[in-house]
Structures are given as structure tokens and as C-alpha cells.
């Protein structure tokens, strides 16, 4: 059984944060050590590891520029920067790389653009082979513009999503080395602001976040014809809740049977039941995070924890997962990192 894993840390550098953080999980103890800095970089907000362990990729900022990095993990954890590939502007949000790590992609959410890199066999990001611009808006006051806010992969890797947070829609983009067709457009009810979609172990369902409606849109992925269908929207807030809510981020059990998600503003997990049948959702609970804007989580590759990095408060904190249940118990173990975003395990 596996006895340590090691996690990096994407985070806000406007504050005491210096680049990406490292620790370790003993899974055994549940104890979290040797938190440090793995590298120096300004906002590398969210990150991405390749299936071979040897590469870590990272939105990052560099003067008045934006873009992704590239780093070789070392053996002792620390990150050695291989080469960036960055223009004007704002960084992007959101990276993602492919199965065979041979294509990068990242979601630029002032820009409204996704974007797919190739990537060369030392790990270095090499040219950018493909750009999709979005257009559109929608009714929020935060929705005047496109704002792409996720690009990944679906499971058979034959198309690209796109979530646009700012038009309320997912653009499905044909992937053909590294080419980018527009293929087909999920729409969403006007104000929603999809987030992140996640897509289940059986690859035929998919989940959506509405981080301004706070919702989460359960969809039928139809592999053979790469569109969907919505099959329910369901809240990620408690009925009684009226506060001011935004919503995170999404994951899914790897057996399937739970899907969580983050409330920022109410500040908690949402915990749902997966129907294997229907894909629909059923909420099980609504655990505090214990820390103000959970902006991201994770789950650790046993499965036996979950972490959720608060942004506003600076720590990371710890919660048992009942695999029979799906339920959440704080363990009472945390650690501070500045600003946290998101955070990775090695796979």
C-alpha cells in the first residue's frame, strides 16, 4: 500500500505566496510535512502533472505577460523550470495535458481563448499549434465577455471542452495533433457561469459547475457523436441558504459513486450521490471547509482524504472520506500556504 504521496500547491503571489508549493501525505497518519517552496514563480494559479511523474506544467505571470510553464520534477520534489512560453496580457486560468503528455492546453479567462501547445519529448512546451477564440456574453454583470475558464480533454480524447464561464456555454472542439474544429456547443440556461466539467469513470456522464449560479448540471456524454445532453441541475447550497455563494470546484469519487463541490461564500463541500443508472445527483451533505473560499480541493490517488485549499485563509485542511458513505470528517490536520488555489497529487 502506498505510504506517502507528494502534492504540489498553485497559488495567488499578490500576497506572502513566492510561486508553488510542495508537502507531503503520509496516508497512514494522515500527517502533512515538509511544506516548502518548490519554485519561484509569480500566480501560477493552477497546475497540471503529466502520467509519467517526470513533468509539471503551470499557468504562471511574467512582468506584464502571461502564460504556462514548464518544469522537470526533480527526485527530491523541487521544480526545475525547463522553459515558458508567454505574450500580453492576463495568464491563463486553467492547464491540461493529454494522456500520451505529447499536448498542453490552457483556458485564458480574460482573454476568452483556449489555446493547444505541443510539447516536445524533454517536456519543454514547444510551439502553439491551435487557438480558439470565443464571442458572446451574457445577462450577469460578470458575463460581458467571454470568459474561458476550463479546456480539457473528454475521456476518449477526440474532443476538447471549453467552459466559458462569461457566455454560458462549452464549445466541444475537434483535436486533431494539436489542430482545434469546432465540433458542437453545449448551452446552459442564461447566468449559470460554467466553471469546470468533470466527467465520471464510466465516461458516459459529465458534470458542470455554475459558479454563478451555484449549481451543478449533470449531462449524457455521447462519445460516438461527441455532444451531450443535460439531464438535471441541481444547487450546491443548502435551501435555507440566502447568502452571496460562488462556485469552485468539482470532483468525482474514482469509484464513481460521489461527486463533490465547493461553495465559496458559504464556505463548504457539497457532497453528492452519484445514480450509476441516470447520472442524476442526490445530496448527501453540506461540510464546512473550516477556512474562507475554498477555491479548489482534491482527492488523494488512495482516496482516502480530502483537502481543500482556502484561498482567503491560507490553509489547506484535511477530511477523512467514508468510501461506503461518501461522507466527509475533518481530521483536524491542516497546513498553511498562502493563498491557495489549487492543489495536485502526483499520480
Excluded: W
Excluded at 448540471?217 to 440566502?242: K, R
Excluded at 490553509?315 to 493563498?339: C, F, H, K, R, W
Aim: net charge negative; glycine share 10%.
Amino acid at each position: 500500500m502506498v505510504k506517502k504521496v507528494s502534492a504540489y500547491v498553485g497559488t495567488y503571489t499578490n500576497g506572502e505566496s513566492k510561486g508553488i508549493y510542495k508537502f507531503t501525505l503520509d496516508i497512514h497518519s494522515g500527517k502533512m510535512k515538509n511544506v516548502e517552496v518548490a519554485v519561484e514563480v509569480d500566480n501560477p494559479t493552477y497546475l497540471t502533472i503529466t502520467s509519467d511523474q517526470q513533468y509539471l506544467y503551470s499557468v504562471m505571470k511574467k512582468d506584464s505577460e502571461g502564460g504556462v510553464g514548464a518544469y522537470a520534477i526533480n527526485p527530491d520534489g523541487q521544480l526545475a523550470l525547463l522553459n515558458y512560453k508567454v505574450a500580453d496580457g492576463s495568464p491563463p486560468c486553467h492547464v491540461s495535458v493529454n494522456a500520451n503528455n505529447d499536448y498542453l492546453f490552457s483556458a485564458n479567462y480574460h482573454l476568452g481563448t483556449g489555446i493547444a501547445y505541443q510539447l516536445s519529448n524533454n517536456g519543454e512546451i514547444s510551439t502553439i499549434t491551435s487557438t480558439v477564440e470565443h464571442t458572446g456574453n451574457g445577462p450577469h454583470e460578470r458575463q460581458e465577455k467571454p470568459h474561458a475558464h476550463y479546456a480539457g480533454l473528454t475521456p476518449d480524447e477526440k474532443f476538447l471542452c471549453v467552459v466559458d464561464l462569461g457566455t454560458d456555454e462549452m464549445g466541444v472542439y475537434a483535436v486533431n495533433n494539436g489542430n482545434l474544429s469546432k465540433h458542437h456547443v453545449q448551452t446552459f440556461k442564461p447566468g449559470t457561469g460554467p466553471r469546470h466539467i468533470q466527467f465520471h469513470p464510466n465516461e458516459t456522464f459529465a458534470y458542470v459547475n455554475g459558479e454563478l449560479s451555484s449549481e451543478i448540471i449533470a449531462l449524457h456524454y455521447d462519445s460516438a457523436t461527441g455532444t451531450f445532453n443535460e439531464v438535471q441541475s441541481i444547487s450546491s447550497l443548502p435551501s435555507q441558504f440566502d447568502g452571496e455563494s460562488i462556485g469552485g470546484a468539482i470532483k468525482i469519487s474514482a469509484d464513481g459513486n460521489y461527486l463533490y463541490a465547493s461553495n465559496r461564500g458559504h464556505d463548504s463541500i457539497a457532497v453528492f450521490k452519484i445514480n450509476s443508472e441516470s447520472g442524476t445527483l442526490s445530496l448527501i451533505e453540506h461540510v464546512s471547509t473550516k477556512g474562507s473560499f475554498p477555491r479548489d480541493f482534491t482527492i488523494d490517488p488512495t482516496g482516502t482524504y480530502l483537502l481543500v485549499a482556502n484561498q482567503n485563509t491560507s490553509n489547506i485542511v484535511q477530511y477523512s472520506i467514508d468510501a461506503a458513505a461518501g461522507t466527509l470528517q475533518p481530521t483536524g490536520m491542516e497546513i498553511s500556504v498562502p493563498n491557495p488555489v489549487c492543489v495536485v497529487f502526483l499520480p
